[in-house]
Each structure stands twice: as C-alpha cells, then as structure tokens.
C-alpha cells in the first residue's frame, strides 16, 4: 500500500513504540503517596515539562487530554459557560469538533456565533476579521484553525494574535494539524490550544490542551482531581509516553522533513498536470501546510468513485466527501467554499517523511490508467 492519508493519522515512529514500551513498566497510580505511585507522577510532569518546553509555554499551562475533540470541547464549552464569552466568530470551514460542539452550545446558552469572510481557496480575510472585532463591549472568542484538514490552508497566526490582542478578544486556535509541524510558540497570544498525537505519528487518544495562564476556564470532565482539576480520570501514562516521543522527534527533524515532504506534494502535482492539464488544485501551495495537496480531478474523467478506485490500486488517500448508505456527499468545507456543485471530484493526498518519491510516481502513473 502507499498511505498517503497522514492528515488523517499516521503510524507511529519507532522511537514512540520504545518509549511506550518502557512506560508500560511505569505502572503506579499518580495519585498514589507511596514510591511507586510518585514514579509515576515524577514520570507524567517531566513529560510535561518536556511538552512545555517545546511549545514555548509553562509546564502548568499543559493539561493531558485524549486528543483534539476533547481539548477542543473543553474549552469552547467552559467558554461560554464560565468566561461569559458572548460572541464567536469563527467560519463554517472548522473542524467538526468545533462546528457540531458550538451547535450544541448554542442549544443551551445566549451566545452568538458570525462568520469571518474567506476566499475561494479559505484564506481567511483578517480585514474582515478586524472589522468583526472592532465591537467593543461583547466578550469575544475567536476559534480559527491553524491549518485547515481538508484543503490545509494556513491562518496567519501571528496576524491573528495581534488583532486578538488589540481587540481584547480570546482566540482558540485548533492546532490540531499543526502542532509537530512547526515550531509554533504557543505563548505568543494564543489563549486556548488543542494537539493530537497520532497526527505526528504518536498514538491515537493522547493528546493535549493548551490555557494560557490568566484564562480560568473550568473542566469538562468532573472526578478524582487528576491533572489539577482540569481532567478527572488516571492519566493515560503510555499515551502520554507517546505524545511527548513524537512531538521531540517530530520537532526534531522538522527542517528536513518539511523538504522531503513539500517535494513530494510539488512532485505529485507537476506530474499530474502534465497528465491531467485541466485539474483545479484546490490547495494552495504558497500558503499551505507542507503536507496537504486537495486536488479536483475532472469529474467526467475521474467518475465519482476514484478514492474507492485508488484503494484498490493500493493507494490510500481522503476524499472530500463522507459516504453515507453508499451515497457521497459533499463536506461541509467543500460545500463551505462553494465547491459542492462543481464538476470535480476532489481527493486529499497528504503526506508524511515516511513516504518517498518512487510512491509519488508510482500514484501518477496509477491516476493516469484510472482517468478515462
Ligand atoms: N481538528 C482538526 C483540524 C483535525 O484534523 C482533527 C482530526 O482529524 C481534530 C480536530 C480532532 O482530533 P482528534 O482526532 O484527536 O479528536
């Protein structure tokens, strides 16, 4: 198989599967006063202080969580519960961890949610964001992702940040394709962070959730105290063992492998434009995640079913829809981009330093006998 679907999950680096192993020894509860409970405790805050370390922020800032959704949901909904926040402003091309939590919230409490502007490829429009802002008065959170999933479009971070700043407004930035990615400094005017450690090839259910210190949300999840209130529950120690191997490998080689990779997805779409003149490359290149290239394929050529298609071929890629009862429909970001009635058929090839060249021209030649 070539697995080219890494923006959905990736498989673990080996230097994760070895520390999850010996974490596997590290059996006490961290609750416990005795010595081989504090092992354990010792163990979990030098992850998180390693954690801590690589996201540019305080140790007590960190809380352990069970992976984006979680981290997310926490805070939106402490948000509007325990900050009094009145107003989101956010788009409808978020994750559906945000989009399907602020529904529910907006069931239960009086809080607004408006729409930043975007263009055709979701470049958020930070003029539009300003003018949103520029309300005083109404607690305000804004909830934009770092990197979209689909198409891997990258917000201006930093753009973003400062406006929050000016305006007095929170920002939630869902990190959640990001994080291990970059070397992102969490504590440059972001308030609410989430990660998850299969997206940098750590393991499925571990996570984190970042508060910036001075933001007193509450938790989500109510029991033993565990992670100074903010998660009840006994920590998940080999999970934790994971995200923080893979965030320390993944920043590690982050130079390299954002070149390996950018090549790959520059090798892919050349190749395929050679074949294919008439595709509509839906990501754009100069302003997107090194590792996500969204491609619309002309449907009269690709048929509707070339992700099922390529599968067979042994190629593993997402596409931009979600199969219901054998029928496809849109995603809400395509339809949110107004791409739903278009004649393409997209697919998501996302990429990881695991994946080489020979594969890229492998899947071109495979995507050429499958186009009428
Ligand atoms: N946010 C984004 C942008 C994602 O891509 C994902 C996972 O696909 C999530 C949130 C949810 O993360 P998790 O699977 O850890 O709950």
New binding site residues.
């Given amino acids: 198989m070539i697995y080219f679907d890494n923006?959905?999950?990736t498989p673990l680096f080996p230097e994760v599967k070895t520390a999850m192993t010996e974490a596997m020894e590290i059996f006490g509860n961290p609750a416990s006063i005795h010595a081989i409970g504090r092992k354990s405790r010792i163990y979990i805050e030098d992850m998180r202080s390693k954690i801590a370390g690589l996201t540019g922020v305080k140790p007590a800032e960190i809380f352990f969580t069970?992976?984006?959704?979680?981290?997310?949901q926490t805070v939106l909904t402490s948000a509007v519960r325990d900050l009094g926040i009145e107003r989101i402003l956010t788009t409808p091309l978020?994750?559906?961890?945000?989009l399907h939590n602020l529904e529910a919230l907006q069931q239960s409490y009086p809080v607004e949610t408006e729409h930043v502007r975007f263009d055709e490829h979701g470049r958020i429009d930070t003029g539009h964001l300003e003018e949103l802002l520029h309300h005083p008065g109404r607690k305000t959170l804004v909830v934009l992702?770092h990197?979209?999933?689909e198409t891997g479009m990258l917000l201006p971070l930093n753009d973003v940040c400062s406006l929050c700043g000016v305006y007095g407004a929170l920002f939630l930035s869902?990190t959640?394709?990001t994080i291990g990615k970059y070397e992102i400094n969490l504590s440059e005017g972001i308030s609410f962070a989430?990660a998850?450690?299969?997206?940098f090839h750590g393991p499925?259910?571990a996570?984190f959730l970042y508060v910036s210190a001075g933001n007193p949300i509450q938790p989500l999840i109510l029991g033993g105290g565990q992670e100074r209130t903010m998660r009840s529950g006994t920590e998940n120690i080999i999970g934790i063992a994971g995200l923080a191997k893979a965030l320390e490998v993944a920043l590690r080689d982050k130079e390299d492998v954002q070149h390996h990779v950018n090549e790959l997805r520059l090798a892919l779409l050349g190749g395929l434009r050679q074949v294919i003149p008439d595709l509509y490359p839906l990501t754009d290149i100069s302003g997107s995640l090194y590792s996500v290239l969204n491609i619309g394929f002309p449907v009269e050529r690709a048929g509707d079913m070339l992700i099922y298609r390529l599968d067979m071929e042994g190629v593993a890629v997402s596409g931009g829809s979600a199969c219901a009862s054998g029928v496809n429909y849109p995603s809400h970001v395509l339809k949110g981009l107004g791409l739903d009635h278009t004649p393409y058929t997209f697919v998501r090839f996302s990429f990881s330093r695991f994946n080489t060249m020979e594969e890229v021209e492998h899947c071109i030649r495979i995507i050429k006998k499958l186009l009428r």
């Avoid at 069970?66 to 997310?72: I, V």
């Avoid at 978020?94 to 945000?98: C, F, G, P, R, S």
């Avoid at 998850?196 to 997206?199: E, F, I, L, N, Q």
């Fill in positions: 923006a959905a999950t069970s992976g984006g959704t979680e981290s997310l978020e994750h559906h961890a945000v992702m990197a979209n999933n869902d959640v394709q989430g998850s450690a299969h997206k499925k259910g996570g």
